[in-house]
Nanobody
Framework: QVQLVESGGGLVQAGGSLRLSCTAS??????????TGWFRQAPGKEREFVGV????????SYADSVKGRFAISRDNVKNTVYLQMNRLKPDDTAIYYC?????????????????WGQGTQVTVSS
């Protein structure tokens, strides 16, 4: 069993930055070779893909809406994946979720992920 715990959400002004963290307990990212993705969901909207990083960190993929502004990194020793969010916009306001899958490779499809965090709220004011 894997538990994902997120931190780093909060309120920020447009143009600002936040860094979200996702730390695994129980089974580790390293031991399970898990790729890790980030998704977000705004009120009344469906969950959407944000970005994903492979287990080795050599491959990342981002949604067009965040490309060039967000960056994913990981530290398998710390069992932590990060989402650096820069130049935030009000449209980025959502609950952000981290997710992990039992695969080294990346996926943009949420149904291919095995574990999910509880989510952390990111609110961007104008």
């Amino acid at each position: 069993q894997v538990q994902l715990v997120e931190s780093g959400g909060g309120l920020v002004q447009a143009g600002g930055s936040l860094r979200l963290s996702c730390t695994a307990s129980g089974r580790t990212f390293s031991n399970n070779g898990m790729a890790t993705g980030w998704f977000r969901q705004a009120p009344g909207k469906e969950r959407e893909f944000v970005g994903v990083i492979s287990w080795g960190g050599g491959r990342t993929s981002y949604a067009d809406s965040v490309k060039g502004r967000f960056a994913i990194s990981r530290d398998n020793v710390k069992n932590t994946v990060y989402l650096q969010m820069n130049r935030l916009k009000p449209d980025d306001t959502a609950i952000y979720y981290c997710a992990a899958r039992n695969s080294y490779s990346t996926s943009t499809n949420p149904i291919e992920y095995d574990y999910w965090g509880q989510g952390t709220q990111v609110t961007v004011s104008s």
